[in-house]
């Protein structure tokens, strides 16, 4: 029984009670609030005292969004350098990105625009960015005023926020807003241009269906 | 957009030593004493192919090597080299400086060697990933098969049919309209409207519909095809291939499930057997002989023991083999990691299957009889037949099963795990109609179904995993019990093979155009309610006459028209009632006209109808006036009058019930429909009611429709 009642607390990884799995990546520099963040989202826990995280890891949640369940898997990377060859390699499947820098750590905001390269270079080119500047709780030792966080997202075409894992301000924001991109995208994707859809299916299976039905020519 | 990962891949690495990166075994190899680039810079990292990549790689994309090459391995391997071949090709198409990359590859030397620990860490994240990628495949399998069924079940040409069900379109048939993705017309009840992106109403067939959702659902609208996934279909053609391979054995045909009609024999089995209530085959008490007769002879050679069971055992046993080698790999990183969360999956599948799941092929009447006692595995054990070839391979089944049964069961928990919108199971099926005779012959073969705790989110804390399936039939418009057949219970199992044949009798031409068979699939429970599992529906108009057509069909939801169906208005029958207020004699006449297109109740086809009727409020239950039964008709005429003594200003306290029963001999008597007219009425029965009081005197006869709903308690008298 205590293998089944660890089983039902782990609901959210085995749940398949959704309608859509998107993948979202969160990057930055290294001790920018990463991993605080998403334990903050995915758990609602916070932990003052800072662990590198080694390599990868990832987290799974469940939203609804209008009357949709949207699966979340969420991964957190190293920020560290040392990692990236591992984390570069999942920047390919994420639809979302959530970039994020530090306001106490100038340093931290200079690479934002490294990092961007990095999510054009890796990522699939419609992937959406949402630019997280974290730590705003900590006012005093603010070294990157929000306007320069404003206006470089404005320069990268990327939604921006302040937030605070620690404070848990705009944590759950950033996140539905970010599902709520991909949800547009996707529903643009699909609906508006359907010929992605019926010109894609030609290199599927799916055209194993009766002949007289035709394809849209795209 | 994967050939242009791949030809990036060539033109930045020309040195193609860059590519690779090792698999999970070699990588916990090497990352155990051989750090990395620096302290064995001579270590060539052993080539691997994509392939391999791609079976821990957690987002299934091609090209991901790409990404996890070069800084790891690739500019470690030379550590004079700042940055590579390929971060300078990048730097230059974006533009950036790379100094700031060449401090940073310095440092990266620095720190580059993944220590064991870490390496055990990614791993089993990956490996994490990799678990919830595979379900996700699954997923996708699913919604992929959906959507084909959907396709392979359209009928129609889509310029003069509805491409999907097939209904003439056009002036003189069904409105049509024009599924805006692929251009062919359809019905407006296959089509489904959709608002475009412009805010314009648009028309989509339900393929088309359905696709757009699977490229949602899937993840393609982003990756632009549709990604890796594993079709449940694979694992029913590994079946279906070694059925037929058995076929073909003449050892095992004799003992193969027979397809016949010996749907008579058959209820009776079941409804003695059942206590469900759904098992009042009414059917069965009409004309019986001729049916069993012709079953007699089979049904004996057959039941000389479960000899049954050896067509099934070993179709297990093979299957498990084919199975377990897909699963090989994934039983190979066990052993070489440590211990790994999905042991607890794995542990705990083993732990709620019973031993593999030995339906009965379910050919058998005999079997049928003493299936009540013995569990499943106990029936494996006695029913062998000894000495036989056929037994061996099945005791070597067997054998092989209980390692193998944990592998045996697994795809199914990923493949059958339900998502709301995909499958609930399928079931095989076939249908005939037989004109001459009026008679449709369902043969339901076999389903195979989800884990039950996956259906609703059940705790699989107290059961075992498995069903008590049983398939129950209906036609609908229309809910009388002479509609209802249903197969016999298979214990415990998942994938059931009922292989009976249930007819209906007295359909007509009309009811083939008009009716809807519908059949679901339930689990039988002796504890709780009978659980539905899931359902599908085939409008007869569908079959041609006298010609089999089989279904393979993806179950689904109880869908909510039902309930609309079983109560659906007309399918009770119509009443005629003349109403009459007599100021000379004081009193409301009623008057009991005829009944027509009543409801079947009897297994006959017919029903023996009576009326009654009450006034009501009723304070000395003196108000029930019966009229005389009509025998074995739908269409009966009474023309009987019954006379209330009432005042008139009383009137329009009161309320006329009027119900109408089927006659039967030694039971009790059963609603057919009823009809309440009254001040608290509405539509027509109000304004029959309100006509009556406005014009005295004056005899007024309408039709009203019976509902099935008792108009109030105390009916049942």
Known sequence: ?218 | MRERGRQRLRSSNSDSRLVEIPDEHSLAIHGRGVHLPQTAPTVVQPPLTGEKLYRFSTLELPDLPVAMTDTMFGSGNDQWICPNDRQLALRAKLQTGWSVHTYQTERQRKSQSLQKQELDIILSVIRRAEQLDQVEQHRIGRLVERLENMCRSAVGNGLSQCLLCGEVLGLLGAPSVLCQDCSKKVCTKCGVETVSSQRRLQWLCKICSERREVWKRSGAWFYKALPKHVRPMKERAIESRMSTEERSDPKIARSLPVNFTYKWAQSKVVSSESEDSDSEVSVCSGEPKAFTSDFQPRRGSESSGGSSLAPVQPSISLSLAVLSESHSSLASEHSSLPPAPEDEDTDHSRLSHTPPALSRTGSLRSSAASQQSDGPAAAAAGDQPPGDEDLDRAFAGGATAPPASKRDEEPDVEGYDSDDSTTLGTLDFSLLYDQENNALHCTINKAKLPIPRYRKGLKPMDHNGLSDPYVKLHLLPGASKANKLRTKTLRNTLNPVWSETLTYYGITDEDMVRKTLRISVCDEDKFRHNEFIGETRIPLKKLKPNQTKNFYNCLEKQLPIDKTDDKSLEERGRIMISLKYSSQKSALVVGIVRCAHLAAMDANGFSDPYVKTYLKPDENKKSKHKTAVKKKTLNPEFNEEFFYDIKYADLTKKTLEVTVWDYDIGKSNDFIGGVSLGINANGERLKHWFDCLKNKDKKIERWHTLTNELPGSGMND
């Not at chain 1, 996140?175 to 508006?192: A, G, N, P, Q, Y």
């Open chain 1, 1 to 218: 029984m205590a293998k089944a009642d660890q089983r039902f607390g782990q609901r959210d990884g085995s749940d398949q009670n959704f309608d859509y799995m998107f993948k979202l990546l969160i990057i930055g520099n290294s001790s920018v609030g990463k991993t605080s963040f998403l334990f903050r989202y995915a758990d609602d826990t916070f932990n003052n005292s800072f662990v590198s995280t080694v390599g990868i890891d990832f987290k799974v949640k469940t939203v609804y969004r209008n009357d949709k369940r949207v699966k979340l898997q969420i991964w957190d990377t190293a920020g560290q350098e040392r990692y990236r060859t591992i984390t570069t390699a999942y920047y390919r499947g994420a639809m979302g990105f959530i970039l994020m820098y530090d306001i106490t750590n100038e340093e931290s905001f200079n690479a934002v625009q490294d990092w961007a390269t990095q999510i054009k270079t890796y990522s699939w080119d419609n992937a959406q960015v949402i630019l997280a500047g974290n730590k705003c709780d900590m006012d005093d030792e603010r070294v990157v005023p929000p306007e320069k966080g404003r206006h470089l997202a404005e320069q990268l075409g990327f939604e921006y926020y302040e937030t605070s894992a620690k404070e848990n301000i705009n944590v759950r924001q950033v996140f539905e807003r970010l599902v709520d991109i991909i949800c547009v995208k996707m529903s643009e994707r699909v609906d508006t241009d359907p010929a992605i859809v019926t010109g894609g299916a030609k290199n599927t299976r799916l055209t194993d269906k009766p002949p007289q039905l035709p394809q849209n020519c795209c």
